[in-house]
């Protein structure tokens, strides 16, 4: 079993789309939790970090379960800039360590 | 923001070089900068930790005569990839992180891509 677990999509939605991205992590003792964007042939960009109690930045908001090791990333209103590959990151403490997940891919369309 | 410098973003090299890709933060200091290696349509794989003043730690599978890693600064860290091959064409990037708890975000660098002909 892989340590993060993404749906690698693509998802392909029109603009204005709800959409909603999901990931698993297998290491119980992680301790912290990001979703990054990646362009395609760019580096990965943090988008933001996830925290037990939900957090939301303008038309995204991520989610973490701890008890179910399931973390979420929804993003409203897509817009066409928007489209790229989700990273779902995850650090497990060793040595402060990032394990990234393969990514989820996002199109929007017009 | 943190910033993390990364140079050549593309390199095309003959095979049995070596090539050598710089990895800089810009306005930090950084005692450990990670070393990732992506082919297409995959994830990144962290390749090794580099430490300021010491000895890389290699993940498993990672040849470390192959791959030199070298953080002679807290600003600067280098990977060498010596006798290249075509196999070891791919996307490296280098991350750091301004703070040491494991809750800080990591600023990647752009990222360089190498091709080994």
């Known amino acids: 079993r892989k340590e993060v677990e993404q749906d690698p999509g693509p998802f392909n939605v029109p603009e204005g789309a709800t959409v909603a991205f999901n990931c698993t992590y297998s290491n119980s003792a992680s301790q912290s939790f990001f979703w990054y964007r990646q362009d395609c042939r760019k580096e990965p960009k943090l988008l933001m970090s996830?925290?037990?109690s939900g957090n939301e930045d303008g038309r995204f908001t991520a989610q973490l379960n701890r008890a179910s090791q399931y973390i979420s990333l929804l993003i409203r209103d897509s817009k066409l800039s928007d489209s790229a590959t989700y990273l779902c990151?995850?650090?497990?403490?060793?040595?402060?360590?990032?394990?990234f997940g393969a990514g989820t891919i996002l199109r929007v369309k017009s | 923001g943190a910033v993390v410098s990364q140079h050549p973003s593309w390199v095309i090299c003959k095979s049995g070089t070596s090539v050598k890709i710089e990895c800089r933060s810009l306005d930090f200091q950084a005692t450990t900068m990670f070393w990732y290696r992506q082919f297409p349509k995959q994830s990144l794989m962290l390749m090794a930790t580099?430490?300021?003043?010491?000895?890389?730690?290699?993940e498993q599978g990672v040849e470390k005569d192959k791959f030199l890693i070298n953080h002679a600064s807290l600003t600067l860290s280098t990977l060498t990839v010596t006798s290249a091959h075509p196999e070891d064409s791919s996307f490296y990037i280098c991350s750091a992180s301004p703070g040491v708890s494991p809750n800080y975000g990591y600023t990647f660098g752009s990222g360089t891509r190498l091709t080994v002909v």
């Open positions: 996830v925290y037990s």
């Open positions: 580099s430490n300021e003043g010491s000895k890389a730690t290699y």
């Open positions: 990151v995850v650090n497990t403490g060793y040595g402060n360590k990032l394990v």
